[in-house]
């Protein structure tokens, strides 16, 4: 079954700690993996996608296929890194599906 | 640039009433889809359109129905609202269907209640 696990409905890290959201994949196919983020207030719109191996606002992801994994981390969280954070998956080429979310709270 | 537009939204409904959600995007772009977001889950993929004249069902799609006249609209209809319909409904875009080189471009979401 294609599926999306964000375990943690809520974390929440002191400004200038390191932040991991977790994001765990279940695919067959060969995976192609999003991170979408949500400011309050905002539209849902794309942080970074694994295939680029980018840095976005300090943050970075790494696929780890053997333990099919995509987690997002950052070293130093900011306080306007509080956001709502979706791991997503792309299937059949262009079906997107989503994990829960994880709400990020950075505490002054 | 407007990107993907949404109206209603909020809309509260009775039960059985009919409605219909707009979405119209002016990037061009051949993908749309309608995702529902439920409380504390994720975003549920309801229909998605690969072009004008062609769509498909997601994995929620009882209770809905979708057309795609032209490019830039892409309208949900729900039929006999149920209280289960109560969501958060968003409507998305895409030049490459997500993959790869493509993102999704959402809109703004519509808040849906039905009493």
Redesign the interface.
């Known amino acids: 079954a294609q599926r999306?696990t964000?375990p943690e409905?809520l974390l929440s890290v002191f400004k200038g700690a390191p932040v991991e959201l977790k994001c765990n994949y279940s695919y067959s196919g060969s995976p192609?993996l999003?991170w979408?983020v949500q400011y309050s207030r905002q539209?849902?719109?794309?942080l970074l996608?694994h295939?680029s191996r980018e840095s976005i606002k300090g943050f970075t992801a790494d696929l780890n296929k053997g333990e099919t994994s995509f987690h997002l981390k950052k070293p130093f969280a900011q306080e306007e890194d509080s956001a709502m954070y979706?791991c997503?998956l792309?299937t059949g080429?262009?079906?997107?599906?989503?994990?829960?979310?994880t709400r990020l709270f950075v505490k002054a | 640039n407007a990107g993907v537009t949404q109206t209603p939204k909020f809309r509260i409904l009775k039960i059985g009433q009919s409605m219909t959600l707009q979405c119209a995007q002016d990037m061009n772009h051949n993908?749309m889809?309608w995702?529902r977001q439920d409380p504390?889950?994720?975003?549920k993929?309801i229909y998605?359109s690969?072009g004008a004249g062609i769509t498909d069902k997601?994995?929620v799609p009882n209770g809905y129905n979708v057309s795609r006249s032209t490019t830039e609209d892409f309208p949900l209809r729900l039929e006999l609202a149920a209280p289960s319909q109560t969501s958060v409904y968003?409507c998305?875009s895409?030049d490459?269907?997500?993959?790869?080189t493509g993102?999704?471009f959402?809109?703004?979401?519509s808040r849906l209640t039905v009493l």
Request: aromatic share 22%; hydrophobic share 40%; proline share 0%.
């Open positions: 999306v964000q409905k192609e999003f979408y539209r849902l719109q794309l996608r295939i979706y997503a792309v080429g262009f079906k997107t599906i989503f994990g829960a979310g | 993908y889809y995702y504390g889950m994720g975003l993929l998605y690969v997601g994995e968003f998305a895409s490459h269907g997500g993959s790869v993102e999704l959402f809109g703004e979401g």
